[in-house]
């Protein structure tokens, strides 16, 4: 590729002297442990392609709670600990709260405007008072008609064509997010708005790790013109633009004219445009930015932890059938279990837990940003690392989650001590820990605990009617997913099908 070439011999010389001029380590420090590091790339061929959760694992495992690596000049740190995160990201977020800058991700294709890849300051603490204001935890309840209602809809959906039961979990919480965002009541999977959307949340998952595209590493690139060989980056950067570009403006515009014409209403964007009375336009960016944001944060969490759920269902059988019993004898089987249900239904909820835990959507969580130098536990950690909080080591962390992390088993969080996974991790840490987080909960345990209500999971079947082995396996990216699996979802009894039905 010989785009690649020329930027590798023209960055050469200027990385080469970055290196040498660096500022260094302050007498009697050292930066943390982590792989030899080569010449000039240092450890970018370290840096695995595929599966990097799994490498990342590994460092942890041979350097500890805290491993650093560099890449053409770029310091990288891992974060390996709860005690460590929390220090870093807890004690420390005056330094660690700010995020890398990702030239494919925020210049060329406009996701700046997404609060969580807003850089740290003034504007971002705008976005999040913003947010804050409807989505903090004595709020987030008021959602859960919109929750139970798309719920409802998605069981009907799974009952009549269960074998699309991806393309129906990604309605529905794209559905949940549009009506809570936009008042948009979404009636199929094939609305404009739904497949806008979804094309920007797959624009995420390929530009949002650091280094995803070689511009990022080497930012002049950008200036190179889409017809340059090699510079497929720019092709992709203009189509994805424009859906970014239409998944923030015309929903919100809709949400305008609506306004006008009948007065606002209780959705995110209108009751924050009632308030504006001043008409000021900063504000009104302001909240077109948070309600863009909503369904990017919010649509990928919720569905996928759904998917994991229901392929941990098709593996693990018995722990299907002890939730479905403790559901059976709660709640039994004349209504459908709401939100309210939670706390009566202790094992239902553990499994709800373990989706979350077993196979982190972001396995490396999003990079933080050092802005200034610091030193931690004698360790130089250089202004400008990227700081990651290893969600999958955390997560599988046996101190904090007992023996046998790599099988799902929600007996776990019976045993005293174990951590809730909810609390950070999945949902980021720090300043930057995602505030839709109790939305997140609600949607995923109504989801699961309906499913699990009314629905059995098991293998596919073959032509003949037997069950054969479910092939599963997890995408790498900045998101980490079942890739397409198949399985059998079915009503459990005719009762379990009259109350869909009648729900």
Known sequence: ?????????????????????????????RLPPGPKPKPIIGNLLDLPGQRHWITYGQWAKEYGELVYAEALGTHMLWVNSQEMAHEIFD???????????????????????????????????????????????????????IEKKHTRKLLKNLLHKPKAFTQYLLFNAGAIIMEIAYGMDLKDKDDPYFSRAQQVVRAMDETALPGAFLVDLIPWLKYIPSWVPGAEFQKKATRWRQCVDDMYNIPFDEVKRRISSEGPDQCFVASHLGENTKFDLEFEEIVRNCAGSMYTAGTDTTVNSIRTFILAMVLNPEVQRKAQNEIDSIVGNQRLVDISDMESLPYTTAVMKEAFRWHPLLPTGVAHVATQNDILNGYFIPKGTIVYGNVWELMHDERHYGPNTEKFNPERYFTPGVRDPTINGPFGFGRRICLGRNMAVDSVFLAISSILQVFNISNPRNEEGKEIPCEYDFTSGFFSYPTDFKCTIEPRSLVAKELIVRS
């Open 91 to 145: 004690k420390r977020a005056s330094i660690y709260s700010d995020r890398f800058k990702t030239v494919m991700l925020e210049e060329l294709i406009g996701m700046d405007k997404n609060i969580g890849f807003q850089h740290y300051g003034p504007s971002w603490r705008t976005h999040r008072r913003t947010m804050h204001t409807r989505f903090h935890s004595g709020v987030s309840g008021a959602y859960n008609p």
């Open 1 to 29: 590729m010989p785009l690649f070439w020329v930027a590798i011999s023209l960055s050469a010389l200027a990385l080469l002297l970055f290196t040498l001029s660096r500022r260094l380590t302050p007498k009697g420090l």
